[in-house]
């Protein structure tokens, strides 16, 4: 099943939901918007309000205010979801005696689907060889690749994925991050949440940072990368005195950072290089401080865990200061 690019236009609309649940806050005017042609990370800690928020998305939960929308439509009211969004939310989701090709099938006649169809998504899932296996013996990687083929059933124009690396060996990571950006390659819109921020590094190209029911930061990868890795310059040298000395009379800001290394703000390494040469200062590396995925996320969303251990090791878990409740209470 193929279809033009320019038709699988839809965008992913979450405009001020707030819901709770009892005393627990799990959506406190959530906000944000998934591009078509981009994959999206949703990220943030237990207790957040990610999986809320797509129960939501696909009409499972209903919001105490605020609205979401799919290519304009709430999800209840498009005739034909699944050619419009396909979705894992969880992978144990299904009959465990039946097998994986007749676990396809019934979706798909649900949705006038053919068997044609079935068999096209059962080899794009890489499920050829166990699709007459029951689905019950499947392995985690085996099941979440399973949701991908239902969710891919109706050719979607944006997929929204859970967790979907969990469970996923080496080779199964690689296929799925080819297989989002192929999806966002071709004019799908992309929502993927996980905790697996080096996976999302390498896979999505923008990321909505939650934590407590709200966004904390909707940017670009790059974007928060570059904000996160600052100015700093590490720089290795026997003569750190010296170097110290003729950085700070350029403008630098000098911190010690082991007995032969300096960390340098305030100058490119470029200007470092320049300086340490024009003052005769020895050294065997300059090199450009550059955050990962994981060192912004933690950054950002330190103020918004729901649980942190104590000082001692092996203490019991200290419960942060929160308004909502642990993401297996707010789904």
Known sequence: MTRE??????TIEVNGLRKRFGPAVALDGMTFTVQPGHVT????????????????ILGLDAPDAGAA???????ASIRRPL????????AGALQPSRTA?????????????TAKRVDEVIEQAGLEKVAKRRAGGYSLGMRQRLGIAAAM?????????????????????????????????QGRA????????????????????????KVIADTTVASL???????????????????????????????????????????????????????????????????????????????AVEYRPVESFGGPAEPAAATGASEEVTR
């Open 101 to 113: 090709r007749n676990h396809l099938l019934w979706l798909a006649h649900s949705q006038g689907l």
């Open 5 to 10: 690019k320019d038709e699988m236009q839809a």
């Open 83 to 90: 050619s419009v969004i396909g979705s894992l939310l969880d």
């Open 153 to 185: 059933l109706g050719n979607p124009a944006a997929i929204m994925l859970d967790e979907p690396f969990n469970g996923m060996d080496p080779e199964g990571i690689v296929w799925m991050r080819g297989f989002l950006r192929s999806l966002a390659a």
């Open 69 to 75: 929308l799919v290519a304009g439509k709430p999800y």
């Open 41 to 56: 990370g949703f990220v943030g800690p237990n207790g957040a309000g990610k999986s809320t928020t797509m129960r939501v």
């Open 190 to 213: 992309v929502l993927v949440s996980s905790h697996l921020m080096s996976e999302l590094q390498d896979a999505a190209d923008h990321l909505v940072v939650v934590g407590r029911g």
């Open 225 to 303: 990368l570059a904000a996160a890795s600052g100015d700093r310059v590490a720089l290795r040298t026997i003569a750190r005195p010296e170097a110290a000395a003729a950085l700070e009379a350029a403008g630098a800001t000098i911190a010690a950072s082991g007995w032969d290394t300096l960390t340098v703000s305030g100058l490119p390494a470029e200007r470092v290089v320049a300086v340490l040469s024009e003052n005769a200062v020895p050294f065997s590396e300059v090199s450009a401080h550059r955050a990962t995925l994981e060192q912004a996320y933690m950054e950002l969303t330190r103020d």
